[in-house]
């Protein structure tokens, strides 16, 4: 497994942004969330780090409004992956956290930014797991750049597998799973 980890520290090195936000400045803290676990009753071991980062973040930057996004349920689960984030972090505050009426990453972006814009967020941070940012990153410059809203994007680092879906499992599969996904978002553009 060694190679794997290897690959994926060193060709998909994508530093985290360097945060600017002002002493007491409003901000939105967003947590894209990445699967369940196979009960679908939890969070998977990569939503469970995004969680624990927006936590990081909030000691960071105390004055925020959260929003956890993911909308994905397991069959036969009682939770979104949103809510079983928001369950780790039962003791903050979270505002808003987008359940089954959002599915996909696509829509979960353009919900965010129009709920940042409603709130008067004029920066936000967005958490996502390691590999997935890459495509949440260009989601969110793609659909927010006219949006007015600054975004700085830092990962929540986390092994694979744990989870209920096959794509999870392990680096290969995802990195798949994540370079089919992000080829058709930059085709998209072009088309």
């Keep these: 497994m060694w190679p794997w980890n290897w690959i994926e520290r060193n060709l998909f090195k994508i530093p985290d942004d360097e945060i600017t936000v002002l002493l007491g400045e409003y901000?939105?803290?967003v947590g894209i969330g990445?699967?369940?676990?196979?009960?679908?009753?939890?969070?998977?071991?990569?939503?469970?780090?995004v969680a624990l980062r927006a936590i990081h973040e909030n000691y960071n930057y105390p004055n925020s409004f959260f929003v956890f996004a993911s909308g994905s349920r397991v069959k036969g689960g009682r939770f979104t992956e949103a809510e079983a984030m928001d369950r780790i972090v039962n003791f903050l505050?979270?505002?808003?956290?987008?359940?089954?009426?959002?599915?996909?990453?696509?829509?979960?972006?353009?919900k965010v930014i129009e709920i940042l814009r409603e709130q008067g967020c004029q920066k936000a941070i967005i958490i996502g797991q390691q590999l997935h940012l890459r495509r949440i990153r260009a989601l969110f410059r793609k659909i927010g750049a006219d949006s007015g809203i600054t975004f700085f994007f830092?990962?929540?680092?986390?092994?694979?597998?744990?989870?209920?879906?096959?794509?999870l499992r392990c680096f290969p599969f995802f990195l798949a799973w994540?370079?089919?996904?992000?080829?058709?978002?930059?085709?998209?553009?072009?088309?």
């Design 93 to 110: 505050d979270v505002d808003v956290f987008l359940g089954d009426e959002i599915n996909g990453t696509h829509n979960e972006v353009k």
């Design 154 to 167: 830092v990962k929540a680092r986390s092994e694979y597998g744990g989870g209920s879906q096959w794509r």
């Design 27 to 29: 901000i939105g803290i």
């Design 34 to 49: 990445i699967d369940l676990d196979p009960t679908g009753n939890f969070a998977s071991p990569q939503s469970e780090k």
């Design 178 to 191: 994540e370079t089919m996904c992000f080829t058709y978002l930059k085709l998209r553009r072009i088309l």
